[in-house]
C-alpha cells in the first residue's frame, strides 16, 4: 500500500507539471508569492508549460547558476505572465510584463533581460503593475531558498 500510495503521489505530481514545491515563497514588494523552484535544466525548461491557469499568490522561481543575460520564451505556455528578472543581490534588473502566451512551438518569440541575471520570477500577467514594480525593487526569499 505505501508503494502504491508513493506512485500515486508522483503520477500526481508529474501530471501537474511541478517543479519543487516543498512550500516555498518569495516577498516581492510587500506581496508574498507561493513559489514552485525550477533550479536545474529539465525543470527550467519546462517552466509553466501547459498550465491552464495558476493562482493569483503563486508563481514559479527560475535558480541560475551564475549572474548572465536571460532569455525566455512562451513556448507551451498557456497563461499570460509577468517575467520578472533579478541580480545576484536580488534586485530587479528588468521586466517583461503581460508577455501573451504562445502556441507557435519554436516560432514563440524570446523576453530578454535588458541587463544580466541570476533569477527570474514568473507571475500572473498584470502582477507586477498591482505591485507597481520599478527596476531596484528588492526580492526577499522564505526559508528553504537558497542559491547554489
Same mark, same amino acid.
Given at each position: 500500500?505505501?508503494?502504491?500510495?508513493?506512485?500515486?503521489?508522483?503520477?500526481?505530481?508529474?501530471?501537474?507539471?511541478?517543479?519543487?514545491?516543498?512550500?516555498?515563497?518569495?516577498?516581492?514588494?510587500?506581496? @508574498?508569492?507561493?513559489?514552485?523552484?525550477?533550479?536545474? %535544466?529539465?525543470? *527550467?525548461?519546462?517552466?509553466?508549460?501547459? !498550465? =491552464?491557469?495558476? +493562482?493569483?499568490?503563486?508563481?514559479?522561481?527560475?535558480?541560475?547558476?551564475?549572474?548572465?543575460?536571460?532569455?525566455?520564451?512562451?513556448?507551451?505556455? @498557456?497563461?499570460?505572465?509577468?517575467?520578472?528578472?533579478? %541580480?545576484?543581490? *536580488?534586485?530587479?534588473?528588468?521586466?517583461? !510584463? =503581460?508577455?501573451? +502566451?504562445?502556441?507557435?512551438?519554436?516560432?514563440?518569440?524570446?523576453?530578454?533581460?535588458?541587463?544580466?541575471?541570476?533569477?527570474?520570477?514568473?507571475?500572473?500577467?498584470?502582477?507586477?503593475?498591482?505591485?507597481?514594480?520599478?527596476?531596484?525593487?528588492?526580492?526577499?526569499?522564505?526559508?528553504?531558498?537558497?542559491?547554489?
Amino acid at each position: 500500500m505505501p508503494l502504491m500510495r508513493t506512485l500515486l503521489t508522483c503520477s500526481l505530481l508529474i501530471l501537474a507539471g511541478c517543479a519543487s514545491t516543498g512550500g516555498h515563497w518569495v516577498e516581492l514588494a510587500g506581496a @508574498r508569492y507561493q513559489v514552485e523552484l525550477a533550479q536545474d %535544466d529539465a525543470t *527550467r525548461a519546462r517552466g509553466l508549460m501547459f !498550465r =491552464d491557469q495558476m +493562482p493569483a499568490d503563486h508563481g514559479m522561481l527560475f535558480i541560475h547558476e551564475r549572474q548572465e543575460p536571460q532569455a525566455y520564451w512562451m513556448k507551451n505556455t @498557456r497563461i499570460a505572465l509577468d517575467i520578472l528578472y533579478f %541580480d545576484n543581490q *536580488r534586485k530587479l534588473v528588468s521586466q517583461q !510584463r =503581460d508577455v501573451p +502566451p504562445c502556441s507557435a512551438g519554436n516560432a514563440c518569440p524570446p523576453y530578454p533581460s535588458h541587463r544580466p541575471a541570476r533569477y527570474v520570477l514568473e507571475l500572473n500577467a498584470g502582477q507586477a503593475a498591482k505591485l507597481k514594480l520599478e527596476d531596484g525593487a528588492e526580492l526577499g526569499f522564505g526559508p528553504g531558498i537558497e542559491a547554489r
